[in-house]
């Protein structure tokens, strides 16, 4: 069994890939739900549902986020009604029966994890996907703005200001206990499967923004720490870069080198070895003085093809640190 710390796009493109090359009923998905919110009165997991959606053929291909061939009925009426200040968060007639699905039965005492697998279910998903806790954890943003720090929620930082303010902070609050408030557990499932799996994989997904949250969640990072040598990366930077969004910016905000360098230092105590794109060859000897065994090979999925290569890149480096999957 191999278990994938995902976050939303990246690694639903790099769960994916592992399906098309390995049997997808021997994959777990442990997935980020400090992006979650609550719009409407709905509960809304923007992670889970990329990797949902993914997996199930039905994502917007463009956008990478959302349904395919979605309609818009309900976000005009609601533009029509409200304006912008109320219609700020894109939400799909389809997407929204998924929200409304979740929303009704965690009203009805499901855990998020009932609800996800009820969900995946829907889909005839074979891959299993966790969210990584059903507590509440939600990852704040602190931010600059006009001069002072301003904490947001994470959609008001990512969607509402566009992901395009300075970042001097990110907290996934839930995660420590607080004055009548337990510290958010692990899923049902997930430490027992990173303890379990043949192989863990950190998916290509925002270090501090996807990733980080979910290894600061009940024990998972120090979970995933005890399989480090079983434990592949692959940076979701290249030549510097973010394919999509803010994991370069957010790295250099932070004080951290946004380059695979950067990442090496910030996955070395989870993960044994970095997969790095082979525009950044030239610094494969920086990560190994990092602490990581790096391999140097294609990594962006633009189609499935190159999905597929990067997905057998992933099972043979886990098959050299004597982590695959029984084949
Ligand atoms: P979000 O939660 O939907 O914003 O997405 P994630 O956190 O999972 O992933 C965002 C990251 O995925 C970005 O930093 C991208 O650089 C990375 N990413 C997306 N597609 C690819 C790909 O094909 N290859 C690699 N290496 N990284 C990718
Ligand atoms: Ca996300």
């Not at 994890?113 to 299993?128: D, F, M, N």
């Not at 899923?187 to 923004?209: E, R, T, Y």
């Not at 070895?273 to 602490?291: H, K, Q």
Request: glycine share 12%.
């Amino acid at each position: 069994m191999l278990v994938a710390i995902a976050g939303g796009v990246g690694a639903a493109r790099m769960l994916a890939a592992l399906s098309s090359v390995t049997d997808p009923a021997g994959i777990t998905a442990v997935v980020n739900t400090g992006d979650d919110t609550v719009l409407h009165g709905l509960h809304v997991s923007p992670d889970l549902d990329t990797v949902v959606y993914t997996l199930a053929g039905q994502i917007n291909p463009e956008t990478g986020w959302g349904r395919v061939g979605e309609t818009w009925g309900a976000m005009a009426d609601l533009r029509a009604y409200g304006g912008d200040r109320l219609a700020w968060f894109n939400l799909g007639d389809h997407d929204l029966g998924t929200h409304m699905f979740r929303t009704s039965r965690l009203a009805e005492g499901a855990t998020l994890s009932q609800v996800t697998a009820e969900i995946a279910a829907r889909w005839g998903l074979r891959v299993t996907v966790l969210p990584m806790s059903d507590d509440r954890v939600e990852t704040r943003v602190t931010v600059e703005e006009g001069g002072a720090s301003v904490e947001l929620g994470f959609q008001e930082y990512f969607v509402g200001r566009r992901h395009s303010v300075p970042v001097l902070a990110v907290t996934p609050r839930g995660v420590t206990a607080e004055p009548g408030r337990r510290a958010a557990a692990a899923a049902p499932g997930v430490l027992d499967a990173i303890g379990q799996a043949d192989g863990v994989i950190i998916c290509p997904s925002n270090p501090i923004l996807s990733i980080g949250p979910v290894l600061a969640t009940g024990g998972i990072g120090d979970a995933v720490a005890r399989r480090r040598d079983a434990t592949v990366a692959v940076s979701p930077i290249i030549a510097g870069r973010a394919l999509k969004g803010p994991a370069d910016t957010i790295l250099a905000d932070l004080g951290h080198e946004a380059s695979v360098v950067g990442v090496a230092r910030m996955w070395a105590p989870y993960a044994a070895t970095l997969l790095v794109d082979t525009a950044d060859a030239g610094r494969a000897g920086e990560v190994e003085a990092a602490g990581m065994r790096c391999v140097v090979a294609p990594t962006i999925m633009s189609g499935p093809q190159e999905a597929a290569g990067l997905g057998r890149t992933v099972l043979d480096a886990l098959e050299a640190a004597g982590a695959g999957p029984r084949r």
